[in-house]
């Protein structure tokens, strides 16, 4: 069984940045790619940013290019979502999932696994 827990989300100020955290449990993180995604109230789970096996790929959607950034640990079996520069639009939960696969996709069904969620709010 494969779990992510993800933390690290909470309110802060327009133009600030936060740090996120997914933490997967099992001794195979290596081998998924991972991605982030995130889903403001209304609307549906958006794409925001993925990363390959070993890091050396990543991909973003061009709401975030520029300003968010993902990498991982794999020794921690850790992805990590750096956010700078946050906007109010930016709210949103916030969802990190593992994709089998490995492949960087941009769709929710192209990934197997899902964590919980952390809310991210951006105050004007």
């Known amino acids: 069984q494969v779990q992510l827990v993800e933390s690290g989300g909470g309110l802060v100020q327009a133009g600030g940045s936060l740090r996120l955290s997914c933490e997967v449990s099992?001794?195979?993180?290596?081998?998924?790619?991972m991605g982030w995604f995130r889903q403001a109230p209304g609307k549906e789970r958006e794409f925001a940013a993925a990363?390959?096996?070993?890091?050396?790929?990543?991909y973003y959607s061009d709401s975030v290019k520029g300003r968010f950034t993902i990498s991982r640990d794999n020794a921690k079996n850790t992805v990590y979502l750096q956010m700078n520069s946050l906007k109010p639009e930016d709210t949103a939960v916030y969802y990190c999932?593992?994709?089998?696969?490995?492949?960087?996709?941009?769709?929710?069904?192209?990934?197997?696994?899902w964590g919980q969620g952390t809310q991210v709010t951006v105050s004007s």
């Open positions: 099992g001794r195979t993180f290596s081998s998924y790619a």
């Open positions: 999932a593992a994709d089998a696969q490995a492949y960087l996709g941009v769709r929710t069904d192209s990934y197997d696994y």
């Open positions: 990363i390959s096996r070993s890091g050396s790929s990543t």
